[in-house]
């Protein structure tokens, strides 16, 4: 049995800073939506997300434009990514998993553009999977990024417990078949995780961690609360 985690919202208190960043990289290109409209759409990949957007304001987006958006997204985000910590509990429950030896891996739907400066924040061991959008074909919902977490842990992905804050995580777990466990870090709440999948929602890496023998992770190692 491994983990795979997802980033934002999961392990990193990021989900309002990529809507903030979203809000202005699509206001520029002329998109008015509510940010709430796109914290909905959070944790899709960057392509998908932009065009069902676009698509709510009856708009049409070529490819040109579409890079261009995400290009600004990425400058956005950047602009506030020394804002962003790790979620309470996210290096204790890494760090927890590392000592007792049991695999887990991070996978997002971010390039390493967003992602690698975020990552350094959580102490990740050298050797721990880290898959991002720039390494698959598909991004969530597609299973793509799970499956090649549980590629290079080497195992099958239905051998992996997927950790995500969105719909689109256990929604991409679920095809991946992998278990989903939900943490409501990320502003989704209780009943959209377990209709999406999650067979445990839990409030953070925090808890999540007081609970490990709840989800199958067996350890002779006291639990750190």
């Known amino acids: 049995m491994a ?3 997802d980033l934002d919202g999961t392990l990193v208190d990021s989900v309002y800073h990529h809507v903030l960043a979203w809000n202005e990289a699509l206001s520029e290109a002329g998109i008015d939506l509510a ?3 796109i914290h909905r759409r959070i944790g899709m990949s960057g392509g998908l997300f932009t065009r069902a957007l676009w698509r709510e304001t009856g708009g049409t ?3 040109d434009r579409l890079d261009e958006i995400q290009a600004k997204h990425a400058e956005k985000y950047k602009m506030r990514s020394h804002l962003v910590r790790p979620l309470p509990g996210a290096r204790e429950l890494l760090r927890f ?3 007792i030896g049991e695999p887990w891996a991070i996978a997002t739907s971010g390039r390493l553009e967003t992602a690698g400066p975020v990552l350094k924040l959580l102490g990740v061991p050298e050797g721990v999977p880290i898959v991002t959008r720039d390494q698959v074909p598909y991004a969530k919902p ?3 990024l799970f499956l090649e977490a549980a590629r290079q842990l080497g195992i099958d992905c239905k051998d992996a417990m997927v950790v995500g804050d969105s719909v689109w995580d256990l929604l991409a777990a679920r095809r991946a078949r992998s278990l989903g466990i939900g943490l409501l ?3 989704y709440g209780l009943n959209e995780l ?3 999948g999650a067979y445990r929602v839990y409030e953070d890496p925090a808890d999540l961690l007081r609970h490990l023998d709840e989800v199958g992770v067996r350890t002779k190692k006291l ?3």
């Open 185 to 187: 870090s990320g502003g």
């Open 194 to 196: 377990e209709r999406a």
């Open 3 to 5: 983990l795979v985690f």
């Open 35 to 37: 940010v709430w409209r």
């Open 97 to 99: 998993l590392t000592e």
């Open 61 to 63: 987006l070529d490819p």
């Open 142 to 144: 597609d299973p793509d």
């Open 223 to 225: 639990l750190p609360f």
